[in-house]
């Protein structure tokens, strides 16, 4: 089978898919994509290219309301040429795998249209009940609906043009109207649980050697990991309970992991990122908070493990894969009484639930697991296995894609 995968990142979402894919040598599978991800696989039998925008957005030169839309279509353009090429030189699909949203599918049909394309499709952008306005005070005003309604326009015209539709989560997919719910396939990434698994007793009892920093089995560890330190993952409310939290103990040490990019929402107007602004505002022990930047799959794997209690906060917005592994490895987890965390824990059972903006009662919360290691082991094992039982893991997800596709492909 020739098969393209196209997402603004190598691999991202389609990591799993298609390097199992092209274990096999009798297929061809390429990858198109812009940019490159640090954790990205490199033995040579993804065939990855990649593409550049013609020219910038040109935001200031069009509606407000089109900018997004504007970029969208330059990576269209970007991703038509890559694939105009690629066709040149004898490469012709059976099967399109991408990820929809950015534009870089918008085009494809129009350079192989008896391809089959299978589209990914993350989030639908609503004006309210989701991240639009949540937390404000003061309603959304219709200029930001009007504009954030027109970000759709792409994913709808990727929807319109795929053979079938996946979406990772229920909650997810309950952002779409409901006639487009209909077309979506709920299939979750998968989650490699024989990666992300717990420590036994022994191993534990190494403690954490990671990067020069070594943190006794007999610390307590808290640990937040993020993409990016920002309001879309709850910065703000985690930097000041992880504040207050040293405070109330001290003896806890604070890991986190991540790094200054704004990956959702807006970066701060003052020039500072996110993160120094915590600095700069909240009082902290620097002698037991530590900061780490994004880490290969192996380093960060042994910072959930190691952990003792996992922070991890979100608005309604798309659901993290860093929850799903620190279930995975049996962390006892704290996290936002959000609707996407919702969807995986139920409160007191898979984890605790805090209100997003109480950050005095997540500091509470992580403090009185800290004290019960009893609790925190009967909520890791409830984590760890809700993972496998309700269908997250890799080899199920991964049988639930090659089922989509072949049924798609006949």
Known sequence: VRILFVHSNYPAQFRHLCQHYAENSNNQIYFLSQGKEWTAPSDGSIKLHRYQLGRDPQGALCHPYLKRFESAVLTGQACLREAMKLRQSGFTPDLIIGHSGFGSTLYLKEVWPDAFFLG?????????????????????????????????????????????????TRWQAQQFPSFLQQR??????????????????????????????????????????????????????????????????????????????????AARGDG??????????????????HWLPPLQYDEYRKVLQHSWVHVYWTIPFILSW?????????????????????????????????????????AARVDELIANPERRKALGKKARQTILDRGYDLKTCLKQQLQIIENLMG
Not at 122 to 138: A, C, I, L, P, Q
Not at 277 to 285: G, H, N, V
Not at 332 to 352: C, F, H, R, W
Request: net charge negative; charged share 20%.
């Open 120 to 168: 990914y499709f993350e989030w639908f952008y609503r004006t309210s009940g989701s991240d639009v306005g949540f937390g404000e005070k003061n309603a959304v005003t219709p200029d930001t609906a009007c504009r954030v309604h027109t970000y759709n326009a792409p994913i709808v015209m990727d929807l319109s043009l795929s053979d079938r539709a996946i979406c990772p």
């Open 184 to 265: 979506l396939d709920i299939v979750f990434d998968g989650i490699n649980t024989e990666l992300f698994k717990p420590l036994t007793t022994e191993e534990r009892s190494m403690g954490l050697d990671i990067a020069n920093l070594k943190i006794p089995h007999d610390t307590p560890l808290v640990t937040y990991t993020t993409r990016g330190f920002e309001p879309y993952r709850g910065w703000p409310q985690v930097a000041q309970g992880l504040s207050l939290l040293l405070k109330r103990n001290p003896q806890v040490h604070v890991l986190m992991v991540g790094s200054d990019e704004v990956a959702y929402g």
């Open 272 to 289: 500072r990122s996110w993160r120094q602004w915590a600095l700069d505002t909240y009082e902290y022990d620097l002698t037991r908070l």
């Open 322 to 362: 860093g929850l799903m592994e620190s279930l995975s490895c049996g962390c006892a987890v704290v996290a936002s009484n959000t609707d996407p965390v919702q969807e995986v824990i139920s409160a007191g059972e898979e984890g605790i639930l805090v209100d997003f903006f109480d950050p005095d009662g997540m």
